[in-house]
């Protein structure tokens, strides 16, 4: 038996066949129009800072032991180097753990991002090893 669909179920269906196009052309568009997405984004709230005020209510509650470990190191200085790169400018703090709210790394931009990523670094080098499901074997570890 066939069964019929609506308009609306036809497009989700050839949305989900084609999930990655839509994704990539709407990252694209971001990309292209960034200043015009923000301009939307800002009159979205605008028009709904009720909504944005529950959500950030929300926000603070599901992650309050990692505001209050923010709040905690801001008390205490920073490096003037970065513990990985050594790099001095764009500089920020790093919780490994958020159940320990004054110990924290100092790490540039880069380096935090990579760390948020699970690359971990290669000793001694600052080139990165990126985590694959698949083991490496010594071979490809040292063409790296």
């Known amino acids: 038996m066939l069964v019929k ?3 609306k179920e036809k497009g ?5 066949r084609h999930k990655e196009y839509y994704i990539r052309k709407a990252r694209n568009w971001q990309k292209n129009n960034a200043e015009r997405d923000l301009t939307n984004h800002r009159k979205w ?27 905690a190191a ?6 003037k180097n970065c513990e990985v790169c050594g790099a001095t400018e764009k500089l920020e703090r790093h919780h490994p753990n ?5 110990y ?21 080098s600052i080139r990165w090893l990126k985590i694959t499901p698949k083991p490496l074997n010594m ?4 063409t790296l």
């Open 104 to 124: 924290f790394e100092t790490l540039c931009k880069r380096c935090h991002e990579k760390k948020h990523k699970n690359f971990p670094l290669i000793d001694s």
């Open 5 to 7: 669909l609506s308009y």
């Open 139 to 142: 071979h490809e570890l040292h």
């Open 45 to 71: 709230q605008q028009n709904n800072r009720d909504i944005c005020a529950e959500y950030s209510r929300e926000f603070y509650h599901l992650h309050r032991e990692e505001q209050l470990a923010r709040l």
């Open 74 to 79: 801001y008390k205490y200085p920073m490096n």
């Open 98 to 102: 958020y159940s320990k709210p004054y």
């Open 12 to 16: 989700h269906l050839k949305y989900l």
